[in-house]
């Protein structure tokens, strides 16, 4: 008789890219109970790539946990690699999932699971997605996909940053949506989680079922993080530093940063959920 472990609760990490969420990922999978399985659902795009992946550190492709998912439904997957982790971590009782997407968490969640919405800065994912897009056609294509979530936009009349904010908002919008019905789940920013580590996880982890853990500051050694990581990340990971980024206060121009402050639904969305724009980034604290 072949006996099937309970499944692994999952945190989802649920964000725009850009927001900080491979940082949040290893804080939460170095907890002693907790592993990560990187962004699940680039299995498919990643795994088998090596050197290919670019940026993409590729565990999916060496991992046994991750062994021929794509032969079983997406639904088991989180399932079967708690099964394979739990031989070497008998104590498992979390999976983080990098994945960023409610699509892709509405595929494979179930009762019990917990979610993390994780922002950033408007201004500062402006300034790097007008980088990200500073081509023609690149930013083009941008202004096309905003325009089929928000056809009344008058969008030939907007700046791009006017844009990109546009879809800072669709996308935590949509987060917000799905997570409307869903518990348990936490809201935290990318600028108090790199500030005060420590007081924003041991706020964040009851609601997800666990409590915080000292190791999770150490994520660099614990081992826990699997699956997707980002190469450039690996450096800092090593010896566990957390670096607030603020190369957007240099970056953007005052007249992009203006767009994004005096946007009527950024000042709505912020106020909506408590959070406040100041000099160094987006706080839910005081």
Request: with cysteine.
């Amino acid at each position: 008789m072949i006996c099937r472990m309970v499944r692994p609760a999952v945190i989802f990490v649920l964000s725009t890219n850009y927001a900080g969420s491979h940082l949040l990922a290893q804080l939460l999978a170095a907890h002693p109970r907790a592993a990560g399985v990187g962004e699940l659902h680039n299995y498919g795009k990643f795994r088998g790539r090596g050197s290919r992946s670019g940026n993409v550190v590729d565990d999916y492709r060496d991992h046994p946990a991750f062994a021929a998912l794509d032969q079983a439904p997406v639904s088991s997957w989180h399932r079967l690699i708690g099964e394979r982790l739990a031989a070497d971590q008998p104590g498992l009782t979390h999976l983080v999932d990098n994945s960023k997407r409610p699509d892709w968490a509405r595929r494979c969640a179930v009762p019990g699971d917990g979610y993390v919405h994780l922002l950033r800065d408007p201004r500062a994912l402006v300034s790097r997605w007008l980088a990200t897009y500073a081509t023609a056609g690149a930013m083009a294509a941008q202004r096309r996909r905003v325009l089929r979530r928000r056809p009344w936009l008058a969008l030939r009349r907007r700046g791009d940053a006017q844009v990109l904010v546009e879809k800072w908002l669709i996308a935590n919008q949509g987060i917000d949506r799905f997570l409307r019905r869903r518990a348990p789940s936490v809201r935290l920013t990318y600028l108090d989680l790199a500030r005060s580590p420590a007081a924003t996880l041991e706020a964040a982890m009851p609601p997800l079922g666990l409590a915080f853990d000292s190791l999770q500051l150490d994520y660099g050694t614990a081992g826990g993080s699997l699956g997707t990581r980002k190469r450039d990340y690996l450096e800092a990971s090593r010896d566990s530093r957390i670096e607030l980024d603020l190369r957007w206060q240099q970056s953007l121009s005052a007249a992009d940063r203006a767009a994004v402050e005096r946007h009527p639904g950024v000042r709505r969305y912020l106020a909506g959920h408590g959070l406040v724009m100041t000099g160094d980034g987006l706080t839910a604290r005081d």
